[in-house]
């Protein structure tokens, strides 16, 4: 998923992209079996009620929205069934992840212990594992923010909100193996 090419995503037709949000993203995402299990049974309901073309315009309208915005792109993510605002801020930043970061548990709890952190107040006032939409529009905003000033500090191009998040998310991970909570 790390090397996931969005142009094949954006080609996919309507088998391929339920193929792949039901045997590759929510696998990928959602490691949890039970996670997995409730996350992919309202999947199936939508695929089926809406059928594989309905899904297929929902990946047209997540595409379009994108490019729009942080709150756009989540908002047409999250019409995907199962998908909740860090679901759906998983997706976009595999998709698209020079303008999206994850935005979950871990990122929220390691931004906690950044004592610099302008946003700080509002990350804590956040409950980690039930974020909203405007949670998620906020933290993926800190990390783009973070991106720009480290790419302008070193003059390159090369950080991104996903690799922001990435290291947001391996340091708390690290800091639960340290004190024993996995």
Same mark, same amino acid.
């Given at each position: 998923?790390?090397?996931?090419?969005?142009?094949?995503?954006?080609a996919l037709d309507a088998?391929?992209?339920?193929?792949?949000?039901?045997?590759?993203?929510?696998?990928?995402?959602?490691?949890?079996?039970?996670?997995?299990?409730?996350?992919?049974?309202?999947?199936?309901?939508?695929?089926?009620?809406?059928?594989?073309?309905?899904?297929?315009?929902?990946?047209? !309208?997540? *595409?379009?929205? +994108?490019?729009?915005? &942080?709150?756009?792109? @989540?908002?047409?993510?999250? %019409?995907?069934?199962?998908?909740?605002?860090?679901?759906?801020?998983g997706l976009l930043a595999?998709?698209?992840? !020079?303008? *999206?970061?994850? +935005?979950?548990?871990? &990122?929220?709890?390691? @931004?906690?212990?950044?004592? %610099?952190?302008?946003?700080?107040?509002?990350?804590?006032?956040?409950?980690?594992?039930?974020?909203?939409?405007?949670?998620?529009?906020?933290?993926?905003?800190?990390?783009?923010?973070?991106?720009?000033?480290?790419?302008? %500090?070193?003059?390159?191009?090369?950080?991104?909100?996903?690799?922001?998040?990435?290291?947001?998310?391996?340091?708390?991970?690290?800091?639960?193996?340290?004190?024993?909570?996995?």
């Amino acid at each position: 998923m790390e090397v996931l090419d969005p142009i094949a995503v954006a080609a996919l037709d309507a088998q391929g992209w339920y193929e792949f949000l039901l045997k590759k993203y929510f696998v990928w995402k959602y490691t949890a079996a039970n996670r997995y299990a409730s996350t992919t049974k309202h999947l199936k309901l939508q695929a089926t009620s809406l059928g594989l073309d309905g899904l297929l315009e929902i990946k047209r !309208a997540i *595409f379009q929205a +994108a490019k729009v915005g &942080v709150r756009e792109g @989540l908002v047409e993510a999250m %019409t995907v069934k199962g998908l909740g605002p860090a679901g759906a801020s998983g997706l976009l930043a595999l998709l698209f992840p !020079a303008r *999206f970061g994850t +935005a979950d548990q871990f &990122v929220v709890k390691s @931004l906690c212990s950044v004592p %610099t952190l302008p946003e700080r107040d509002a990350v804590r006032d956040m409950n980690p594992e039930s974020l909203t939409l405007a949670d998620a529009v906020l933290l993926i905003g800190v990390m783009a923010a973070k991106a720009r000033s480290l790419n302008q %500090t070193f003059a390159t191009t090369i950080w991104t909100p996903r690799k922001i998040d990435k290291i947001l998310w391996a340091i708390e991970r690290h800091r639960d193996l340290t004190q024993g909570h996995v």
